[in-house]
């Protein structure tokens, strides 16, 4: 149940929510972690949402949660002497994991307090995935706790958020920075879907976008959200391709130098998503020239819900609004310089002005 609460959120009503942020801002985007991340993990569900269904943009309860969130994403991006010295780690000489747990409590008390909420409402004003946890936490014999639930939504949240809203925006610069490429997928989209106004993008088109899931894949190899993937320890001493990886050696791998690899891609600088119709390269972890979510059994399992979010909002943004640069800027003057936070993100975020397709 809870799976197939999670799938009917990723189906997204898109132009409806896209217009609300339209009525409240203007149509004066800032294309970043703040409009895209609320809109990924809090708004984009058909007609729910996640868990802040009930909370207009701006509310106190919506407010508060963007606060305790950028917290985490700017601790995460501080360089810590840890990740370089491991046994370090108990010291914490710079203070960084007592800050984070306490971004963290702060984040656990605040899903408990939406779930205290939740659990006082006599009526149901909706169904969302918070809800469907609920009703799966009371049943008898439930091994689901309060506390399970508490920390599953910190998972979604801090793992789910920023890698999906900084893909998009990537993608959204490298799309405007690259006219022909937009022109090429607004065709493609016109083409499958249509130019009926009242047409909404579901999940089944994504099988017929080849040019949009190859922009998407390109968009990965050029900006993974998660550079260096997830620390590993070796259990044992390996030998890869010549080289000694010794026990409890800590393993990094550079997707973002893979990505931009002479040796693998031809001119690995440009953004040519048509190299990928030439071939069946994915990023589901059997490629290991595109392993954004990295591969084997701890790929990450966010992976399917993902990449139906980033086709989606993509296809919906790209099919409903033409989009051009705010303040007169010109394609070129895309500043596309990277920042390392919880994930790779736009140092300058990318600012739009939507035009009614
Ligand atoms: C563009 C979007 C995303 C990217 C690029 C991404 C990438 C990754 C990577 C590289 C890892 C570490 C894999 C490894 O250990 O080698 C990971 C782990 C994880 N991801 Fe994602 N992720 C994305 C979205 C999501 C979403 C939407 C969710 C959940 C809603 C999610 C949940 C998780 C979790 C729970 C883990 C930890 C898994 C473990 O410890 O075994 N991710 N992700």
Redesign the pocket.
């Known amino acids: 149940m809870i799976k197939s609460s999670?799938i009917e959120q990723s189906r997204i009503q898109l132009k409806h929510l896209i217009t609300t942020y339209f009525q409240w801002y203007g149509c004066h985007l800032q294309i970043n972690g703040g409009f895209l991340g609320e809109l990924?993990?809090t708004k984009c569900s058909r007609p729910n949402n996640l868990i802040l269904h009930d909370h207009h943009n701006n509310s106190k309860k919506s407010q508060e949660f963007k606060e305790i969130f950028l917290g985490i994403m700017k601790e995460a991006g501080r360089p810590n002497v840890v990740d370089f010295f491991p046994m370090l780690r108990k010291l914490d000489p710079q203070g960084a994991r007592a800050r984070m747990n306490n971004y963290f409590g702060k984040l656990i008390d605040f899903f408990d307090g939406l779930v205290e909420e939740r659990l006082e409402r006599e009526t149901k004003l909706s169904t969302d995935v918070l809800d469907s946890l609920l009703e799966f936490m009371m049943e008898d014999n439930s091994q689901v706790t309060r506390p399970h639930l508490l920390h599953l939504f910190l998972?979604?949240?801090?793992?789910?958020?920023d890698?999906?809203s900084?893909?998009i925006e990537w993608a959204m610069s490298e799309l405007l920075r690259n006219p022909e490429k937009l022109e090429q997928v607004r065709k493609e989209l016109q083409q499958v879907i249509g130019k009926d106004e009242q047409e909404q993008i579901e999940e089944s088109y994504i099988t017929k976008l080849p040019y949009l899931r190859a922009v998407v894949k390109e968009t990965?190899r050029l900006h993974?959200?998660?550079p260096l993937?997830?620390?590993?320890k070796s259990e044992d001493n390996v030998e890869i391709c010549g080289f000694m990886v010794p026990k409890d050696a800590q393993v990094l791998?550079n997707?973002w130098a893979m990505g931009r690899d002479s040796n693998i891609w031809r001119n690995p600088d440009e953004f040519l998503p048509e190299r990928f119709l030439e071939n069946d390269v994915d990023?589901k972890g059997q490629d290991f020239e595109l392993?954004?979510?990295?591969?084997?059994?701890?790929?990450?399992?966010?992976?399917p819900?993902?990449?139906r979010?980033?086709h989606i909002v993509l296809a919906s943004l790209l099919y409903n609004y033409d989009w051009k640069l705010a303040n007169g800027k010109k394609k070129e003057d895309i500043d596309m310089s990277e920042t390392y936070g919880i994930?790779l993100h736009k140092t300058h975020p990318l600012h739009v002005i939507s035009i009614q397709a």
């Open positions: 999670l990924v993990l998972d979604l949240f801090v793992a789910g958020t890698t999906t900084s893909t990965f993974p959200p998660i993937l997830v620390p590993h791998v997707v990023f392993i954004p979510f990295g591969a084997g059994r701890r790929i990450c399992p966010g992976l819900l993902a990449s979010t980033i994930t």
